[in-house]
Structures are given as structure tokens and as C-alpha cells.
């Protein structure tokens, strides 16, 4: 017995008919049928289950009463002439002989229908949420979410991790986001910051003398939403290990992931151990993408030297590049279509052509290649029925634009995609430091903490841009699902790597002071990953959007509309932690935009 009910509504089946039961939920539904006959629907976490009202009398006890009312119903359970086969309880019924309204919905009309929340305007839902996830199938994403995470906590402590929580006020860290700063009140003019992960308290716990440590780690990231990012605060699978390759940690990902994929996922296969290893240069120049979808089998050929100089005037000083197709059958409109979505995405335009039965270059761009017909043919071995999509550019925007071209042509053509599957890589061998596109100045590409292929004599002798790291990321379907590296553990090492972009000695130790001054007590060298578990959950579910697999998610500007916030606070709040608040006219502008 739970509460005061004698069964959940998913529990009464044909061998429970002649008790007396007590059930409680939700008020979902009524079908009247005459004054004194209708069948109402009582929903709980559990299911549904059907109440017969066969007296005029006990029809009248429901006037007034709202959907979504809560209610305890006492009655006998009897068994349905009319049985319904989708439903666990479709074989009974009960037959009441008392209805306690617990709780009364006092609104007559609802934002949405329960079942059909998921058709509402997502504010609408947002702002609701609380009855968006009494919608069953809303409500089952979230139970799953907790096996899924409870599945995975199972695993990493029979692999002998530690469950650890860290801190969550510390100090601002640079972690690739804008922080979340928190004002101290005993400290004026001092801020502390959300952690964007718990990266320096995971390697001082390495530090520390822990062999494995892992927790769901919240983090939070002061970043714009994608479909598959939720701004503000997500979650994590992080996990460290002492004394630890990267090999070590590819063992323990592929040993945990790919069951909970397989168990739990729409699809039922998942790439088996160990995954494939793709260096990251070669993903961007075979796949034009750094999370490669592998159940595409496209791929990204270069075709520079055949076409650069065909008279098409946007290949002219541009890198090209072409990804051929057979048995691409597309409409017009489909391709048209493909190379608008490309353009939207990328900003780049994508272009193309086909070779026909007959052995003609027709379609697209296929008039400037006229002359060049053999040599385009030979240098991108095509065969009658081919077609041809191209990009151009410089070479890192010609390749990005040929990485969306390869997924938008595989999802349309069945031929050359495997949908049914969880296709898992690492991409490795990231590059060490890049040139920012913003500051034009050399930056780490990666993680600043991770330790360059090499070592020290790498930092002093190699081109800062040609040095390659020990990171890696972890992809799925096309999806990033974590970055992780062999940590720097050495501080001449870490000195050196943060002065090559023009930090000191003495920046280091007072922007790290921890780790750094721990690292000079012997630290042992160490490696690890964090997989995203909301994106791990929107895969398994088949969600196209993140939003679907978190309880209370924020809206794309950052804002929960069921709980207002954020939110203006009062003066003595601000008084007491010695802020003052200035917001220029522009500002105030572009958020009332």
C-alpha cells in the first residue's frame, strides 16, 4: 500500500476482479453517454485505468469538477465486456461506490490537451511544464533519463571509480564559455564563478592520490541554445584516472557506453569495441567535419586541381571540394532544396552536376566543365549515373561546407546511410594550438591543460601550429559527445605550453595556484573524458531537440518562463553583495527586442 491507495492505475488486471480497491490520480477524461452511464479516465505516474459510472447519482457528484482534478475513487474492480488491448488495464474496470475530489483543478480550460502538449508552443509548454510532463510520453523521457543515469553510475563503480561531488562556487577558469559569476558578500568586490566543468578539482584529485574518479557532474556555461546544447547548466559523465593512457580511457568508454546504447536506445546496435581511431586532419579533409556521422558512407574527395581553373568563377583560387553519389535519384526541387540548407548553414553555396547513362555532364555547373569532361571524370572516377556535389573555398570553409553537403546528401539517400544504428569514433591527434579567428593570434585548440604529443622538446622545437595534442573527442551520429585528454601534469611543461600564447610564469601560478602548485608535489600523469549525458540521452531517445530529455529546461534566450528568471532581485539583495547595477540604453533595447 502506497499512501492511500490500495493499487497504481497501471496495476489491476482480470485476476483482481471482485476486490475493492482504492486508486488516486489525475482526472484525464469523461465519456457521457446518458445522465446515469459514462466511463471516466483516472491517470497516475503508473498509467490509466477506467471508471465506470452506472448511477445518475454518482454522475452528478463529477458536475463541477474539472479536468486534472486529483481524486481518490473506492470501488470494485470488475471485468470490461468491451476489453481494450492497447492498455495494461484493459480487461477491468472499477465500479465506484465513492469519489473524494483531494485536489481541484479550478481552471475550466487548459493551455493544452495533456496528451497532445507536445503540439503546443514550446513557451506554452515551458512556461506549463508541469503539465507538458504529465503527458505520458513526455513523462517516460524523463524516467528513462534516470535508469539511463543510474545505469551509468552502476558501470563506472564496477569499474572501480569513485564517486566524488566538487565544488560548485570556485573560481573563474578558462574553459572556452563566458562564466556564471556568483558576487561574495563577505568578500566586496570578489566573485565567485559556476564551474563550466570541474576540470582543476578532477586533476588535484589525481593529485590527491585517487586511482578513479567520476561523477554526474553539473557545469554551467553562459552560452546561446542549440538543438542540441541547453544554455545555462548541463550535465555530465566526468570521469578521471590515475597513472592513465589514452588508450585507458578509450578501454573504459567503449566498455560503458555502447551497452547503455544498446540497452536502452531506439536503435539496438552500437558500434563494438574497439572504435574507430580517426586522426583529426584526416576527419576534416575525408569527412569535412571533426564528428563524422559514420553511417554515412560518403566521403569528401579534393577536386582543386581539375576544377579550380574550369572558367566557374567561384572555384577560381579556391580550394573544391566534391562528394560523388550513385544512385542519388533526387528531384530538382530536393537538390535545390540541399543547397539552399547548405548555404543557410555554412554561408558557403554548394554546387553540382551529374554525369548521365549516356556519359554526359549535365545539370548545375556542368557547362563550364565541358572541355575538362575526361579529365573531371578520370580525376574523380565517375561512373554514368553519378552525382557530383561541390563546395569551394578557402581550404577550412570549403571542408566545413563539404561536411554538411556529405550529411544533408546521405540523409537522402537511403543507399549510402544506416539509420538504424549508434555509430561511435574518436577523433585524436587534435592540433595543439590554432589561430583564432577573432584575434588572429595563436590560441590553444583544445583544452589548455592537455599534454602535446612530444612533450617538452616539442614546445621548443616544432612550429607552435604543426604540434599535435593528446585530445580527443568522442562522436556519435554525427554528434560530439565529449572532449577528453592525457592531461599536462608537469609545470615546466605547462609553463612552456602557456608561453607560447604569451602567458608567463607568473600568469600561470596566479591563474591556476592550485593545480600548478600541486603538480610541483609529484603528480602522476593522468587522462580523462566527460561525455555529455543530456546529449548521450537525446541519441538514445531519437530526440532531435535537448530540450525534450531535461525536467525543466530553459527557453533559446536562456530564460525559464515557469519560474521567471532571471529575475529583477531587490535593492538590499544587491546592497549586501556590493552591486550596483548600470545597464546602457542599448542593452535595455536589445532585450525588449
Known amino acids: 500500500m502506497v499512501q492511500s491507495r490500495t493499487h497504481t492505475c497501471n496495476e489491476l488486471r482480470r485476476q483482481n476482479v471482485g476486490e475493492k480497491v482504492t486508486l488516486v490520480g489525475w482526472y484525464e477524461n469523461i465519456r457521457k453517454v446518458s445522465k446515469n452511464l459514462g466511463f471516466l479516465v483516472l491517470r497516475d505516474f503508473y498509467g490509466t485505468t477506467q471508471i465506470v459510472i452506472e448511477t445518475e447519482k454518482m454522475m452528478q457528484t463529477l458536475e463541477g469538477i474539472n479536468h486534472e482534478s486529483t481524486l481518490s475513487i473506492v470501488g ?31 481552471y475550466n480550460t487548459l493551455p493544452f490537451e495533456i496528451n497532445r502538449s507536445t503540439e503546443a508552443d514550446e513557451n506554452l509548454r515551458l512556461k506549463y511544464r508541469y503539465l507538458d510532463l504529465r503527458n505520458p510520453s513526455v513523462k517516460n523521457k524523463i524516467v528513462l533519463r534516470s535508469k539511463i543515469v543510474a545505469e551509468l553510475r552502476q558501470r563506472m563503480n564496477e569499474l572501480g571509480f569513485l564517486e566524488i561531488t566538487t565544488p560548485i562556487l570556485t573560481c573563474s577558469s578558462p574553459e572556452g564559455a563566458r562564466d556564471y559569476l556568483v558576487p561574495s558578500r563577505i568578500h566586496p568586490g570578489k566573485f565567485y564563478a559556476l564551474p563550466q566543468a570541474p576540470q582543476q578539482f578532477k586533476q588535484i584529485l589525481m593529485v590527491s592520490g585517487f586511482d578513479r574518479y567520476f561523477q554526474i557532474a553539473p557545469c554551467f556555461r553562459d552560452e546561446d541554445a542549440r538543438a542540441d546544447r541547453s544554455p545555462g547548466e548541463f550535465y555530465q559523465l566526468d570521469m578521471e584516472m590515475a597513472f592513465a593512457t589514452q588508450e585507458d580511457v578509450f578501454a573504459i568508454i567503449e566498455d560503458v557506453l555502447p551497452a547503455v546504447f544498446e540497452k536502452y536506445g531506439v536503435y539496438k ?9 580517426i586522426p583529426y586532419l584526416e576527419a576534416m579533409d575525408k569527412y569535412g567535419s571533426d564528428k563524422p556521422d559514420l553511417r554515412i558512407d560518403l566521403t569528401v574527395q579534393d577536386a582543386t586541381d581539375c576544377l579550380a581553373d574550369c572558367g566557374f568563377e567561384p572555384f577560381a583560387n579556391n580550394v573544391v571540394k566534391a562528394i560523388v553519389v550513385d544512385q542519388f535519384n533526387a528531384s530538382r526541387k530536393v537538390i535545390d532544396k540541399i543547397c539552399n540548407d547548405v548555404n543557410v548553414q555554412t554561408g558557403s553555396k554548394a554546387y553540382w552536376f551529374k554525369l548521365d547513362e549516356n556519359g554526359e555532364l549535365v545539370g548545375g555547373i556542368s557547362k563550364f566543365l565541358v572541355k ?69 593570434e595563436l590560441e590553444f585548440c583544445h583544452n589548455p591543460f592537455s599534454m602535446p604529443q612530444g612533450g617538452i622538446e616539442a614546445l621548443n622545437s616544432q612550429e607552435p601550429t604543426e604540434i599535435l595534442a593528446y585530445q580527443y ?8 559527445l565529449s572532449s577528453g585528454a592525457v592531461r599536462n601534469h608537469d609545470p615546466e611543461i605547462m609553463v612552456k605550453a602557456f608561453h607560447l600564447i604569451g602567458l608567463g610564469e607568473e600568469d ?75 545597464i546602457e540604453k542599448a542593452v535595455k533595447t536589445h532585450i525588449k527586442g
Open 269 to 277: 546496435t552500437a558500434s563494438k569495441a574497439p572504435f574507430i581511431h
Open 473 to 480: 573527442d568522442l562522436v556519435c551520429n554525427g554528434v560530439e
Open 372 to 440: 575538362i569532361k575526361e579529365q573531371v571524370i578520370a580525376a574523380l572516377n565517375l561512373k554514368p549515373g553519378d552525382f557530383i556535389g561541390l563546395t569551394a573555398g578557402k581550404k577550412l570553409k570549403a571542408q566545413k561546407a563539404a561536411g554538411v553537403l556529405r550529411n544533408m546528401l546521405g540523409a537522402n539517400c537511403e543507399a549510402h546511410m544506416k539509420k538504424d544504428c549508434y555509430e561511435f569514433c574518436w577523433i585524436v591527434d587534435f592540433p595543439m594550438y590554432e589561430i583564432g579567428e577573432e584575434s588572429g
Open 508 to 582: 600561470v601560478k596566479s591563474r591556476f595556484p592550485a593545480m600548478y602548485n600541486a603538480f610541483c608535489y609529484g603528480a602522476p600523469p593522468h587522462a580523462g573524458i566527460a561525455p555529455g549525458v543530456d546529449r548521450m540521452i537525446m541519441l538514445i531517445t531519437g530526440e532531435e531537440s535537448i530540450k525534450e530529455i531535461i525536467p525543466f529546461p530553459m527557453n533559446k534566450n536562456a530564460m525559464d518562463v515557469m519560474m521567471n528568471a532571471p529575475a529583477e532581485v531587490e535593492q538590499k539583495q544587491l546592497d549586501d553583495v556590493h552591486i550596483q547595477i548600470k
Open 76 to 106: 470494485t474492480v470488475r471485468e470490461r465486456s468491451s476489453k481494450n488491448p492497447v492498455l495494461a488495464t484493459g480487461d477491468i474496470e472499477i465500479v465506484p461506490e465513492e469519489i473524494t475530489i483531494l485536489s481541484n483543478c479550478i
